[in-house]
C-alpha cells in the first residue's frame, strides 16, 4: 500500500535556526497538509495546499512559516527561526483527488519529530 | 466549522463492542463526518466517514441520526491494538480538518 513518508523523522535543532521538514505524498494525490502535535496535546492544523498554492491557513502558520512543492514531488515545510515553542511531531498528509474534490481520507505520514534547544 | 464534543476517556475489554458518541449540534448541510484513529508517536489513520444513516466498512460503523447533531462511532469485538486515541471531525470536503481533544480507549485484557 503506497505511504506517506517524511524526513527526517527526528531533528534537533537550537533556537533561531532554519528547518526544513520534508515529505513526499503519495504519487497521485494532489492535496497536501501539514499538522502539528505538541506532546500530549491535540492534532493541530497548520496549512493546506493545492495547485501550488495554500488553501487555507491556520493561526498557528505566521510568517516563519512557509511551505512549498519545489521540484513537483517533495512536500516542505520551512520553518525561518524556531522557537521553543515550536517543539512538536509535525505531520505531513495528502489526499487524492475525486470528480473535482479531494477525496474522503487525508493519508497521514509517519511525522518528524522536531526538538528545539 | 462545527464544533465537537467527545468523552474524553473510556474503557473497555476484549471482545466487547465498543461505541463512542460525537456531539456536534451546529453541524451544516455540508458537512460530512470522519473518524480517525491514532496510535501514540504515529500519524491519525482514517476509520470511516459518513453523511447520513449508517455506514459500514471492515473495521467499523458509524450511526447518524436524522437530525445529524450526533454520531456513534462502533468497534466491534476490540482487541488490545484497538488502544489509541480517536477522533471525530465534522466538515465539508474542502473544510481543513480541526482536530478535537479525542477519546482515549483503552482495552484492558
Known amino acids: 500500500e503506497p505511504e506517506v513518508t517524511q524526513t527526517p523523522s527526528h531533528q534537533v535543532t537550537q533556537m533561531g535556526q532554519e528547518v526544513i521538514l520534508r515529505c513526499v505524498p503519495i504519487s497521485n494525490h494532489l492535496y497536501f497538509y501539514w499538522y502539528r502535535q505538541i506532546l500530549g496535546q491535540k492534532v493541530e492544523f497548520l496549512v493546506s495546499?493545492?495547485?501550488?498554492?495554500?488553501?487555507?491557513k491556520s493561526e498557528i502558520f505566521d510568517d516563519q512559516f512557509s511551505v512549498e512543492r519545489p521540484d513537483g514531488s517533495n512536500f516542505t515545510l520551512k520553518i525561518r527561526s524556531t522557537k521553543l515553542e515550536d517543539s512538536a511531531m509535525y505531520f505531513c498528509?495528502?489526499?487524492?483527488?475525486?470528480?473535482?474534490?479531494?477525496?474522503?481520507?487525508?493519508?497521514f505520514g509517519p511525522g518528524t519529530r522536531l526538538t528545539v534547544t | 466549522l462545527a464544533k465537537t464534543t467527545q468523552p474524553i476517556s473510556m474503557d473497555s475489554y476484549e471482545g466487547q463492542e465498543v461505541n463512542i458518541t460525537c456531539s456536534h449540534n451546529?453541524?451544516?448541510?455540508?458537512?460530512?463526518i470522519t473518524w480517525y484513529q491514532q496510535f501514540p508517536s504515529q500519524g491519525p489513520r482514517f476509520i470511516i466517514q459518513g453523511y447520513k444513516t449508517k455506514v459500514t466498512n471492515e473495521v467499523a460503523s458509524l450511526f447518524i441520526p436524522a437530525d445529524r447533531k450526533s454520531s456513534t462511532l462502533s468497534l466491534p469485538r476490540v482487541s488490545l491494538s484497538d488502544t489509541a486515541v480517536y477522533y471525530c471531525l465534522v466538515g465539508d470536503y474542502n473544510n481543513d480538518m480541526r482536530f478535537g481533544a479525542g477519546t482515549r480507549l483503552t482495552v484492558k485484557p
Open positions: 495546499f493545492y495547485n501550488n498554492e495554500i488553501s487555507e
Open positions: 451546529n453541524i451544516a448541510t455540508n458537512d460530512y
Open positions: 498528509a495528502t489526499q487524492r483527488e475525486v470528480a473535482g474534490g479531494p477525496s474522503d481520507e487525508q493519508y
